[in-house]
């Protein structure tokens, strides 16, 4: 949140959508303590995780994502806009810096992308470039691009000479009877994350577009512009429909004109529509919003759309876009789910049961590779998100800093199959190290009538994580004194421990009492490189205190 696919060459009318095997992630890194890269893309890997969307093109992740073989969709912060979009030199320069420079020497596969196609329309494809227009094969498969009508047949040795890449891994008339492994793939950059977010105010509307054509250009004057594409991640509040009917979807009246421009450009340049589509978000905004539309049960009464069946948010948000990019001549844009998920703390629709049903619900979805009533074919997507980030904004709502798979130590916090060889369950992060088994909390003894209470807890909570604290969230059960003790912790914790992060005047204590209660977890910050500067910082305030004491007492006598 506020945090492509291959080939697009119209053929005979026709447009091939090859899809994506694996679902993708997001790795966001606002955290206060980070797991090091090396760890994270270890995690991505026994997951069996193939591709990832990055919020910016951070060296460290980079380079630890080398030699991987995770594609890499890079991302480009909206603060960024503005220069890139009034400067076609810091475009290339971005360019050089972050996208040639990972290609060239073979290390990050950014938004590398191996397409998967239905055997029968690869044949429809090859057989209307013979059979009508006579065009011999010189292109690579990534060039071609076919449709939603399919046809049976066998392959010749020409086509397996001109597509060596081409594996038959079932039988020829089964509908999924090739895998293709196009010789060269397309890779993504995301221009920008939702800068046409209602609450911007119009802040990136005038430098989103000419940043997304400024970094086109870098990517042509580099070479590259045949392997790697351009995309914008928007948010669904792009689009909307006049009615509950996806049919009656257009793009918003404010940006219109802006999104025909951007909708055309991608479109011109082989690229795709990456919208981030939350049903989580419905159902926080609206209190009457019914709870089971937002999950894939089947709810019921189902939305008839002229003949379509919309049991469910999801497949209505989806296609009230396609609606909208229809209605403008652009039917057959690629669309990528850039971001999807459900947060598991922060609110009280917000927890583990209500995540796992939905992940659970639309990875079964994405793995059976049924789509939208509009668009029946494979999903490509990217869940939202990893790793928990403790550092997000909390202006959207206090659930910002809980979308993730995986807790802040990379612990998984339910099963969820994402359909790799590696059974139902997450694999967490191994190898981590926590801080000593200690807390900060209320004293026993503290008067709760002080009046250095409430500064206190809004200075730790302030400065901390205190967004498990409220109604319906995982601690909403605790008494003012578990509210305080919490905040306390949560301050202690994320300053490693350190023995001034636990001085609240007459308040605090350090006690190696576990104070979790049932849900609601008391947890231990990991090691990182701050815990250990900060141990060693703490431990040469000690040896100067020792030694002005010994000073002082030998001066004194």
Known sequence: ??????????????????????????????????????????????????????FDADAGILDALKKSGIQVMVGIPNDMLYTLANSVEAAEKWVSKNVSKHVSSGGVDIRTIPVTFNSACILLALLLDVLVLNISFSSSLTDIA???????????????????????????????????????????????????LSTYNGTYETTTLPALQNIQAA????????????????????????????????????????????????????????????????????????????????????INDNGRTYDNVFDANHDTLVWALQKNGFGNLPIVVGEIGWPTDGDRNANLQYAQRFNQGFMSRYLSGKGTPMRPGPIDAYLFSFIDEDSKSIQPGNFERHWGLFYFDGQPKYQLNLGSARGNGLVGASGVGYLAKKWCVLKPSANLNSDQVAPSVAYACQNADCTSLGYGTSCGNLDVKGNISYAFNSYYQIN?????????????????KDPSVGDCKFRIMIETDSAVLHARVGSLTTVLCFFVLLLFCNLWF
């Open 219 to 302: 990517l042509t004057k580099s070479g590259l512009s045949n392997r790697v594409k351009v995309t914008v991640p928007l948010n669904a509040d792009v689009y909307q429909s006049s009615s509950e009917k996806p049919s009656d979807g257009g793009f918003r009246s404010d940006i219109n004109n802006l999104m025909l421009q951007i909708v055309k450009f991608l479109n011109d340049n082989g690229a795709a529509f990456t919208v981030n589509i939350y049903p989580f978000i419905s159902l926080y905004s609206d209190p009457n919003f019914p709870v089971d539309y937002a999950f894939f049960n089947g709810y019921q009464p189902a």
């Open 146 to 196: 076919a449709g939603p009508f399919c046809f049976r047949g066998s392959i010749s040795s020409e086509w397996k000479k001109s597509f060596p890449n081409i594996k038959s891994s079932a039988p020829l008339l089964s509908p999924n009877a090739l895998d293709l492994e196009a010789p060269e793939t397309h890779l993504y950059v995301a221009v920008g994350n939702e800068p046409f």
């Open 496 to 512: 490693d421990q350190m023995d001034s992060a636990c001085k609240f005047p007459g308040l605090s204590i350090v006690t190696d």
């Open 1 to 54: 949140m506020e945090s492509s696919r291959c080939v697009g060459v119209l053929l005979f009318g026709l447009v091939l959508v090859g899809s994506v095997s694996g679902i993708g992630v997001n790795w966001g890194t606002q955290c206060s303590h980070p797991l090091p890269p090396s760890k994270v893309v270890k995690m991505l890997k026994d997951n069996g995780i193939q591709k990832v969307k990055l």
